[in-house]
Structure formats: C-alpha cells, structure tokens
C-alpha cells in the first residue's frame, strides 16, 4: 500500500460569502514571474489597473487604486484618512459591517453615532434625517452598500442626498456589491468607496480597491494633521500609484496581475452584462428556494444578488447541512455572522461563480441533503421555479 | 504586418532590493483555486505555515503568523501593537527603514527618542546605552537588523542584553535578514521580529511573517486599552490563525499557499545551508566587486549577504547604468535610497536569486557596462576573485 500525506483538495465550489471562484485566466496572470515595484512594465500594469477600476467603479476620479489588504483594509483605509480625534461620525449599522466599521471610527478617535435597523433591514432614510437633525453638524456618514452578512442592497440615493444638505462625506462599503451590482459612485457623487477583491471582482483576496471624489481627496491631501496609519496613508500610496513617484510599500505584484486580468474580464463582458447576470442568477435561486419551501430573510425589494441569505427551517441543524454540503459535494456555503449565527445560511453567487449550471447544482444538492435530513423540501418546484426565471430572460 | 498591443516582460533577473526570484514551484502553489477561509483544508494549511514560520525564525513562539500586508504593514503591526500614546519609545536609526520606525512610533502617538549612526555603518551600542541612561525608562527599543537602504547587518546581542536590563521590548526589523542570515529569535528572546515574503524567502510579496516571544503576546493580550488600527490587532488576528476562533479578515489564501511552499523549500535546503549560500554567493559578489575596482560601501565585518551596496564611481551615471542592466541584460538592481540617492547601487543576492551563476552573470554585465561608460573595469580580475571564493567552498 502506497502512503501519501495528506494534502489539500482545492476542487470546491465556492458558493459562501466570499471568496468565489477565480478564473483561470486570472489564477494563470497571477503566477507570472514577480517583477520590480518601479519597472515600467510593472507601473504601465497598474496605470492600465487604475482605469480598468474606475470603470468598475464607473467613475473618472483620479484617486482611484488598490490598497495592500484585504476589504477590511479598504474599510480602514476610508475611515482613518477621513477621521480626525474628535470628529463626529454617524454610521448606518444594519449588519455586521456597519458595526465594524463603527469599531474602526472609534478606534481612530471618533465621536461616534449611528442609525439602526434590523438586520435583514435596510437603513430608512427618515431615520438618518431625524438623527442629523438631533446630533447637528458630522463630518461623514458610514454606509454599508451590501451587506455580507444578511444580504440586504441598501438604496443609497436618499442617504446621499441627506449627507451632503449637511455637508458630510460619504463613505460607502460595496465589498459585495463592486462587480456585481451597479455601484453609482459618479452618478451619486459618492466620496469614498472601497471594495474586496474577492467577492464580485472574482479575484483573489489581498487587495482593497478604492476610490475618492476629486473633492475628498483634496481635503486629504491638505489635512493639517497627518492619519494615524502609515500603511494607510492614501496622499503617500497614491504618489506611489502616479508613476512610482515615490516608495512607501513594495506591494504585490502577483495580486496586482491577478486583479488586473480580472477587470480584463469584466471589460469584455460588459459590465451592464455582468449586473444583469447577478441579478438573473440571484432571481433564480431565490424563486428556487421559494419553491422549495424555504423562507428568504429580505424582501425582494433589497435582495442582494451576489448574497442571499435563506432561513434555517426548524429542526434542522444548520452546520449539518453545511458540512454535508461540503463532504458530499464540496460545495461551500456560509453560515450567519453575530446575531444571524445558526439562523440563515449565506449563499453566494458573485462572479464566476454566478452561473445557471451553480444555480441548479446548488439548489438539487441543499434539496436532497433537507429531505435526507426529514424537510420536505420541494425539489421538482424548486428545479422548475428556476428554470422558469432562465427561460424568461 | 501583425500589430500587437505592448504585453509586459516577465523574463528579469531580480537582482534588488526585493522581490526577489519566486522559484516555480512557488508560483503554481499559488495558482491553486482559493478556498473558504474557514475551509478545514485551508485551516490545516494555516497551522503547517506556523509551523514552518517558527522554523525560520528559530523560534517556539505561539504567537507566529503572518500579517495580511506586506513588510512595512509588519512595522506598523509591532509597532501598533506595543505603542500606547504617551509611551516613550527609542528607535536605532541607521538607514531609511530605522526613519520609517520613528515615523509610524510617532503616529502612534509614541514620545520617540533615536540612537543614530551614519548610513552604512552599524549601531554602537555604546551610544545606546548612553542614550538609555540619559532618558531613562523606555518601552520599546526599535532596530533593524537588516537595513535594506544600506546593506549593514546590525549585531543584535549588546542591544538586546542592554534593552532587557532596561526592561525594554526589543522589536527588530528582519525583512531583509529572515531566510537568509540567522535570525536569533529564541537563542537572544527578541520581543517581536517581523519580516516580509519578497526578500529572503523568494515569495510574492504580501504578506508579513510575525513572531511574539510568549510574555510581550501575554502583554498585548492583557493591554488595557485597545490598538489604534484594527486590521492589525493581533489580539484578533491570533484568534483567526488558532483554528478559525474568530473572523477578523480574509486572509489571501493564495499568498498563503505560496507561503507554505516557498518555507517548505526552507525546511529541505536547510535553514543552516541557506544561511551558508547567501553568506558565499555574497562574499564572491563582493570580493568580484573590490577585484574590479569598485568600493562597498560597509566595511566586512558588517555586510548583509542578502545585499550589497557599492559605490558609484566619479564620473558614471547611476542611472544609466541600471538603466542598461535592464535594457540589454534584463536585470534589475536597485538605486540609493534617502542620502544614498545617487551614491550606491543596491544588488541584491536574496533567496532564490542567490545563486552562483547569478553572481558571475552580474560581474559579466556590470564591468561590461561599466568599460564601455569609461570606467576601468578589471573585469578578468573580478571573475577570478569570485570564481576563488567558490573554489574555497
């Protein structure tokens, strides 16, 4: 008998919150040799990356790139260049994420507030009016665009137009929704927005794209006291970014070919094309596990399609499921993060990974593994209801 | 006529200050599919990097990992995680990275005093003794043990014997030492030591390898009040690593995997051999270097392997020469950083690069362009000297 270590099976279906599959074509850009942080092949591939992300993030703002870290990174770099001690921040906190980025404002000296809703919820936006009303005067408002944790896609036209009758920047998460759903950075007039790599964009981890109205980064570049992060510090990565003026980190190529065939890809698809393919795919799913007899967290109205979160039907073991999921058919999905913890399951299908041939695979998987597992989970309907979605389009 | 858009060159020699040569096997670790950051196979990966990490750093250290940035993200996580404002710091400044501890000590609201000494040369630890006496308690003691502006390999053992009299955390700067020149963690119980992938360890770069010597983790662990930055709390990051305890980030998967690869190679060369290659292929660069008519910029006793600074001659143009190595060779050296400007080339001999057929090619290329910009090169003379040293081995 022959005698192998273990090691690692990488054949998995990525359909969890992130990170989801990654093309080939991307994973082939990404093990090219590493090169040079100042040659000019290396700078001319992220010259070519900065307009390949602002066409993502539809928009023409001059200060856009990738930090070094990952979404939470991005996260930390929009605050803590924003924040100064004392500032008065009000964050919209309906999930996980707004309550991180909570933790980060106060972190960086923040006199923080926020705006509630359950989660599932989006943030209404008469709810911000009357706390503006009540606190006065704050300099930015945070706001989760997709929420990972709960699946919700919040509108953000009201939120906006509010922030900025008082004044305030706006600071928008779209980790999970960047690639994948529209995300109106120009449109609205967006002041920062930050993003992952791995959800929508279909890359791997690592990098955190961002991007700042030509206004915001002007007021960075003259803030009187500098941030409080020297990783982070956006006014010396962007001197970096335009030419390799100057050295502040050696980042990593191998992520930057990676993310930059990735965009590649969404400039060949059409990014119209690639929204109208999360949402179909989404749809489908949803009305699948609609006939299947399960109940979704969020009303259609703010699903998000690259996330979508189902509740778990009594009596059943939610980890259980998952496990079987991934022993019997290594698929991957997640489950709730904080309060949603054994509550929902998390199903992503961002990217690559949205796909019909995922949506139905998926949806015949979890339907045989419920009804093993004594749900009576409709199996025909929920084939049928999906298909019917694919038919229509 | 076939017209074909300008593609990057990926064929270079990197023969700078990083990144270094990522060996092949390196590359298609990292190509592999990413997996669910709480995938079991991808836990099971985490825990063996560990491992290997605590090889490298010759240490039993629990808490060894690696941050989810790259080397300066690895200063700002020792840093950040130590400083608390007010704390009265003392930075051994030799070189631009010793100027960037003070920088990111200040952010974080440290009262930082320096130990200074010239650019090429190493810390006295004489002066720092002095310095101690003159201001008394301090936290921390900051220096970096491979000066990457200058090529000075600073001798650890008076400063660390004289910080832990002062009851002092020593951290140390190892991102160009680790992998290629002993780094002492156990053997002198160094603080905390950080590196970076790119260099010795001939990754991608990305990420930044970590170690804590068990009371300075128990210090951070117990700390009263919270770190300034999030994304590098390593209270939490700790969690994340131990299992899977907790969700901080996504880590990049595939850094890691090349991670995993590029430390296994370590572990079948040996740590002891590779210490033993760079300290050779070095030692013929330089003896080439001096054969040739050149001057290095540090004396013997002080030189790093892994790179080497020589003196521009009068009359020759720097840049025109790197420029040319790029040119006509494909090989990248790296410029004088800060005060060096213009003064030094900086060769780097790192990792994988660090090999004998390396050292000759450069010697050929170098004198070559050298001779024909006018500068009497003995070129003979330098492939001798080198050939002798291997010859010695």
Not at 105 to 133: C, F, H, Q, W
Not at 184 to 194: A, C, E, I, M, S
Not at 282 to 289: E, I, V
Request: hydrophobic share 40%.
């Amino acid at each position: 008998m022959i005698s192998l270590g273990k090691r690692p099976t990488f054949d998995k279906l990525l359909m969890g919150p992130g990170p989801s599959t990654v093309d080939p074509r991307v994973l082939r850009a990404m093990s090219e040799p590493a090169m040079g942080y100042l040659d000019e092949d290396f700078l001319s591939i992220l010259a070519e990356t900065q307009d390949l992300l602002r066409y993502v993030f539809q928009t023409k703002n001059k200060l856009t790139l990738a930090v070094s870290g990952t979404g939470t990174a991005g996260m930390e770099t929009a605050l803590a260049n924003l924040i100064e001690p004392g500032d008065r921040v009000l964050i919209c906190v309906n999930g996980f994420f707004g309550n991180r980025m909570v933790e980060i404002s106060r972190r960086y000296g923040a006199d923080v507030s926020t705006v509630l809703a359950p989660m599932g919820e989006p943030i209404d936006p008469e709810n911000l009016g009357r706390e503006l009303k009540h606190i006065g005067k704050v300099k930015l408002i945070g706001v989760v665009h997709a929420e990972t944790s709960t699946g919700v896609l919040q509108p953000l036209e009201e939120i906006v137009k509010l922030a900025h009758e008082h004044d305030a920047f706006v600071v928008v998460d779209a980790v999970t929704s960047l690639g994948g759903v529209e995300v109106p950075t120009d449109k609205l007039g967006l002041d920062v927005v930050y993003s992952g790599t791995q959800k929508c964009l279909s890359c791997p981890p690592g990098l955190a794209p961002i991007t700042l109205r030509e206004e915001t980064a002007n007021y960075l570049r003259k803030r009187s006291k500098e941030i409080g992060s020297f990783y982070f510090d956006l006014s010396i990565i962007e001197e970096y970014w335009d030419g390799g003026k100057t050295y502040h980190h050696t980042p990593s190529m191998n992520l930057i070919y990676a993310l930059n065939e990735g965009l590649r890809m969404i400039v060949e698809e059409g990014i119209e094309n690639r929204w109208k393919r999360h949402k179909i795919n989404a749809m489908a799913l949803s009305r699948g596990l609609e006939a299947m007899g399960l109940e979704l967290l969020v009303k259609p109205e703010y699903r998000l399609p690259p996330l979508t979160t189902v509740k778990v039907p009594e009596g059943i073991n939610e980890r259980e499921v998952r496990k079987r999921l991934m022993a019997e058919y290594r698929i991957e999905i997640g489950a709730g993060l904080g309060e949603l913890k054994g509550k929902v399951w998390r199903i992503g299908l961002m990217g690559s990974t949205s796909v019909r041939k995922n949506v139905i695979l998926f949806l015949s998987a979890f339907g045989q593994i419920l009804r093993s597992m004594g749900f009576k989970a409709h199996l025909e309907d929920a084939i049928d209801a999906a298909t019917e979605v694919f038919r229509g389009e």
